[in-house]
């Protein structure tokens, strides 16, 4: 048998946890499933030094576990479980949320399933992630102040971050697959930004390379890279930092045929979080354009708008999606 809610949240990151706080203040009888510890990706860092509210640096988890708390203080019900299948109800009916355990019903689905990075395929990454190998420079580049870091990843993503870590590190080498003279060498294609990253003083390029491994126990004390025309390794003991940008996926597979999504998988939304379906909406890194500026007050943000917006829908039922902002 289906329980039934009247709001159902997958996902408890910063968008999910948002809005379940907004939803159950309302009292709404909203649901959490989250298929791990809640708290997302912000569960994988150290400290948070830009979410609004804290004056000293707050750890990812001990923030994301206040939110949660949070959520709970309202009545969200918190329900450790992976979203495997949904099946959409027309407007103002019910839809059905699978997991493996067990189905839950509710007029309103709120998606937050976030977003990963695409993970460094070197050894030792899986040890070092979050000590001195991170996927986010925005998060973690000032704390590298005055050390050597290698950016992996030559799209406008990875020269964007490269340009960040230069405020703070000596020096930046950027790893890039192809040879100097290939035309086709970065996949950046902003012009201002690679005629920056080509005449920075602290970037240089490592071409024709790739990172095969990651020295270090505790933290990142090198690494070793491979040239890819001659299969010469090369050892670097003063690197402190890896910073990877080499794609983001998002965590849709299970929603595939079932919504609208640009052609990475993100979930495409009016500028109220809905999506073409009565009643589901999406937040977050999940979103095509929350992904762009992908950083936990954004997801937060996101999460309180679907959460009222799904107030009004409680209301009335009505579902006037505005396409000028679809997308
Ligand atoms: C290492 C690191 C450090 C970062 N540091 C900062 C920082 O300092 N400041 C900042 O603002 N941002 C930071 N970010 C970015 C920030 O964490 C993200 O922008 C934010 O977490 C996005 O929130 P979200 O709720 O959309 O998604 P996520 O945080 O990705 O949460 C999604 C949740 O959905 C769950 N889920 C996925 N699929 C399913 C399913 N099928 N069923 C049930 N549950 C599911 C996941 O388990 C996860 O808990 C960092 C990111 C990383 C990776």
């Not at 990812?60 to 329900?79: C, D, S």
């Not at 190998?133 to 406008?156: N, P, T």
Request: aromatic residues 8%; charged residues 30%.
């Amino acid at each position: 048998m289906s329980e039934r809610y009247e709001v159902i949240i997958i996902g408890g990151g910063p968008a999910g946890l948002t809005a379940a706080i907004y939803a159950s203040r309302a009292n709404r009888k909203t649901l959490l499933l989250d298929k791990e510890i809640p708290g997302g990706q912000l569960n994988d860092t150290t400290d948070v030094e830009n979410y609004p509210g804290f004056d000293e640096p707050i750890t990812g988890p001990e923030l994301m576990e206040r939110t949660k708390r949070q959520a709970e203080r309202f009545g969200t019900h918190i329900v450790l479980e992976e979203a495997v299948d949904v099946e959409w109800g027309g407007q103002g009916e019910d839809h059905r949320v699978i997991t493996a355990e067990n189905r839950y019903e509710a007029p309103v689905v709120i998606l937050a399933t976030g977003a990963g990075p695409v993970e460094l395929p070197a050894q030792g990454a899986d040890r070092l992630k979050g000590r001195g190998l991170s996927y986010c420079a925005v998060c973690d580049g000032y704390f590298f102040r005055g050390k050597k870091l290698l950016e992996v990843g030559a799209g406008d993503s990875g020269f964007t971050e490269a340009l960040f870590l230069a405020k703070f590190a000596d020096e930046v080498r950027i790893v890039v697959r192809h040879p100097e003279d290939d035309p086709q060498r970065f996949k950046a294609k902003d012009k201002t930004l690679i005629d920056r990253v080509l005449h920075h003083p602290k970037i240089r390029f490592l071409w024709n390379t790739e990172v095969v491994a990651l020295k270090g126990e505790e933290k990142v004390e090198g690494v070793v890279l491979r040239r890819r025309d001659t299969g010469e390794l090369l050892e670097m003991d003063d690197i402190a930092g890896v910073f990877v940008n080499i794609g983001h996926k998002p965590a849709t597979e299970f929603l595939q045929g079932k919504l609208e999504m640009d052609e990475h998988g993100y979930l495409l939304t009016d500028r109220r979080m809905r999506t073409r379906v009565p009643g589901v909406y999406g937040v977050g890194d999940v979103r095509t354009f929350s992904g762009e500026y992908a950083q936990a007050v954004v997801a937060a943000s996101d999460g309180c708008i679907a959460a009222l917006e799904a107030e009004k829908y409680l209301r009335d039922r009505t579902w006037p999606l505005e396409e000028e902002t679809y997308s």
